[in-house]
């Protein structure tokens, strides 16, 4: 940083003595000029006529539309902590000695070890001649070698169709064949994506359309994942927010959807409704009686379905179980079956594999007008193709092995403990956040996060409001400085006016998520002492 601040003030010096030259000799100042081009940190560059020259791309000049973006999983908090972390490393003194991020679900960041049958089969397909080593079992060689004659030329590096690799897409869809118990997968109607976000982001630029009261608008959950705000306020679409119940589990109350459709028409076209099951950041599992109540409305409605399903594999409450929006469809009739339009997304980031770095995700698009599906291919050959290793991670995931073959215990060993230890880390946090005065959380009952409610005292609030923050950004923020501790305020996700929360995910491994938690009490109860007021802390 000093090196920076020393190049600038010596541009700034010659700048200062161009101008004093110019009038005198202008060989000197062109001399001076050459000097100021070199200078790889200098941010002015002057005109002959001594004027600077105006940057084209400034706050006044960008696109609007990207100022209203906002992704609170990595924002300023995560900046401030990256901060904190690199000072670490420098040697600044903190009442903590490292950083512990909470704040997004990246499982491998957090210590997951990657499940060894994934890597085996992208490590051959990356580089074909171990087809030849015996260190690699058969089962992950076929798949390999299977993949990559679907690739052109054999190869991994080379681009696949636009809508991924037709092999890969075939798995796909028989992969929904045996988890939906049968009902019918068509691999036309499946597209690979980079990562679900790619897909969910192709699909509601499809959707978006009209000016005024005519502008399609998105219902989305709140709590909700922001990469769906930031991906409404980009295409300038209208966001329609109905509200989780809280006091239910998270649950998604059929009349509460109404109320927020009925109060959207008067200033939109509502046009899609978004669900993500299990939950982020909530961690609820809807109910089979849900999801069919959701898909009668969008069916009455004429509404299209977008149902995130990439926390499938994360249900950790054993009375509960994932059941798809397609299958459900299929069960409620043709009616219905063939004439809903529903998107499912799934992906290689969650689950059990924790693939965030590989990109692979898929989303299955039914009941699409057939002109509109080539609007759909166009739309994705922009960007060529998803990244071809992701496909092929996401083949593994489709595709694992089967019970007869040489890999299979190996892999159900691995993908159970990983699952397994979910499943007691999301029981323990629940358990340990309830004990704490002034927080309420509800179970886990999937996905990767808590989404606890904190209650804080009205000077804390007031303060918040004269620092110009939320309240409960203001909490995380003294949380991260005291503690060293990373989460995400629950203002980031929406959340009903007048109740503050903060996400965390349930990653970190046993024993530093058993001190995050320690170490979060002891915040919250001299939180509460610091701010104290007469008021019982609510639960």
């Not at 171990?130 to 004659?149: C, G, H, M, T, V």
Request: net charge neutral; with cysteine; hydrophobic share 35%.
């Amino acid at each position: 940083m000093r090196g920076k601040i020393h190049v600038r003030r010596t541009a700034f010096v010659f700048a200062r003595m161009s101008r004093v030259l110019l009038i005198n000799n202008l060989t000197i100042t062109k001399q001076i000029n050459s000097i100021l081009f070199s200078t790889a940190e200098a941010t002015v560059i002057l005109r002959e006529n001594g004027k600077m020259r105006e940057k084209t791309l400034t706050m006044d000049t960008l696109n609007p539309q990207v100022k209203a973006v906002e992704y609170a999983v990595r924002g300023p908090i995560v900046t401030k902590a990256g901060d904190i972390e690199r000072g670490l490393q420098q040697g600044q003194k903190h009442p903590f000695t490292e950083v512990i991020k909470a704040n997004i679900g990246d499982s491998h960041a957090m210590g997951q070890k990657p499940i060894t049958f994934l890597r085996q089969v992208v490590a051959l397909c990356s580089f074909p001649e171990l087809l030849n080593s015996p260190s690699f079992p058969e089962d992950a060689k076929q798949r390999a070698r299977r993949i990559l004659q679907g690739c052109g030329g054999q190869s991994l590096g080379s681009y696949s169709a636009s809508q991924g690799v037709d092999c890969i897409r075939q798995d796909v869809a028989v992969y929904i064949e045996q988890r939906d118990k049968g009902v019918p997968a068509d691999w036309d109607n499946i597209y690979l994506t980079t990562g679900a976000s790619d897909g969910i982001v192709s699909i509601l630029k499809m959707l978006v359309s009209g000016q005024g009261r005519s502008r399609s608008g998105v219902m989305i959950p709140i709590p909700q994942y922001p990469l769906y705000s930031a991906a409404i306020s980009e295409l300038e679409a209208v966001q329609i927010n109905y509200y989780l119940d809280e006091d239910n589990c998270w649950a998604l109350d059929i009349n509460e959807l109404h109320r927020a459709y009925q109060a959207a028409k008067e200033h939109c076209h509502p046009r899609v409704i978004c669900i993500i099951n299990p939950g982020n950041p909530t961690g609820q599992v809807q109910s089979r009686k849900c999801i069919e109540e959701v898909l009668h409305f969008a069916y009455e409605e004429n509404l299209f379905v977008m149902s995130d399903e990439v926390y499938q594999d994360n249900v950790y409450s054993p009375d509960l179980q994932f059941h798809s929006f397609k299958k459900v469809l299929y069960e409620m009739g043709p009616e219905y079956f063939n004439t809903v339009e529903l998107a499912s997304f799934h992906s290689t980031s969650k689950g059990y594999s924790g693939e965030c770095g590989f990109r692979g995700g898929y989303m299955e698009v039914l009941n699409l007008d057939l002109e509109v599906k080539a609007q759909l291919v166009k739309l994705l050959s922009v960007r060529l193709c998803p990244p071809v290793s992701g496909q092929a991670a996401m083949d593994v995931i489709v595709n694992p092995p089967l019970p007869h073959e040489p890999s299979y215990l190996q892999f159900h060993k691995e993908k159970s403990a990983v699952l397994g230890a979910l499943a007691e880390k999301a029981q323990m946090t629940e358990q340990t956040l309830n004990t704490v005065p002034g927080i309420k959380c509800n179970p886990v009952q999937g996905a990767m996060y808590a989404f606890p409610r904190i209650f804080i005292p009205p000077r804390a609030v007031e303060e918040a409001k004269s620092l110009g923050m939320s309240p409960d950004m203001m909490y995380c923020l003294r949380l991260l400085e005291e503690t060293g501790i990373c989460l995400v305020p629950g203002s980031g996700f929406g959340q009903r006016e007048g109740t503050y929360h903060f996400r965390m995910t349930i990653l970190p491994t046993t024993e530093k998520l058993k001190v995050l938690l320690e170490k979060l009490r002891d915040f919250h109860i001299k939180f509460l002492k610091e701010y104290a007021s007469l008021e019982e802390p609510k639960r």
